[in-house]
């Protein structure tokens, strides 16, 4: 397993498909994830800070998680088939471990919330990460040619079938 962050939530000005983007906290991968707008907002707004008057959906599950006397331990993007990725959420409810499957962007909305770690297998990685083709090149200054790659990418796979190559704005 490999600890990641999220890095962005990046949404096409043509389609306005979502796209959040781990990257590794150790390392050199990226890996985007096509999401809901809602999840990516709810993402971006608790990336960027803002509080919101009303607990969104996400805020919700945090607050039931507590007052059930659990912790969200960490959260884990465990597998990935025809394009779609699947996401365990692993509770520590008082010293014992529980599992729950779950979308990986409510997962990944909750950990940000939560600030536990995201962790992805190694598996997942290996099929859908992409790299920075300088070693020596920084993420921010990485980040056009990164997804420029990555929408080539799409062309060639076909996959999500509305991804045509298109620029990408920066939510969070």
């Not at 598996?123 to 920075?132: D, G, I, T």
């Given at each position: 397993m490999v600890q990641m962050t999220v890095h962005s939530v990046r949404v096409s000005p043509l389609t306005q498909n979502r796209v959040v983007v781990l990257t590794e906290t150790a390392g050199q991968r990226y890996l985007p994830i096509w999401i809901g707008a809602d999840v990516a907002d709810a993402i971006a707004l608790q990336l960027q800070g803002v509080e919101m008057a009303r607990p969104l959906t996400h805020d919700l599950l945090r607050s039931v998680i507590e007052v059930l006397g659990a912790k969200v331990d960490r959260v884990?993007?465990?597998?990935?088939?025809?394009?779609?990725?699947?996401?365990?959420?692993i509770f520590d409810v008082a010293g014992r471990y529980a599992e729950v499957d779950s979308r990986p962007s409510d997962a990944l909305?909750?950990?940000?919330?939560?600030?536990?770690?995201?962790?992805v297998e190694e598996?997942?990685?290996?099929?859908?990460?992409?790299?920075?083709e300088d070693p020596g090149e920084s993420p921010a200054e990485g980040d056009?040619?990164?997804f420029r790659q990555f929408f080539d990418q799409?062309?060639?796979d076909g996959s999500p079938p509305e991804a045509d190559e298109e620029p990408t704005q920066d939510l969070a």
């Open positions: 884990l993007v465990n597998d990935i088939h025809d394009n779609t990725f699947f996401a365990r959420i909305a909750l950990a940000v919330r939560v600030n536990c770690p995201i962790l598996n997942v990685l290996e099929e859908a990460a992409l790299v920075l056009l040619g990164l799409l062309e060639q």
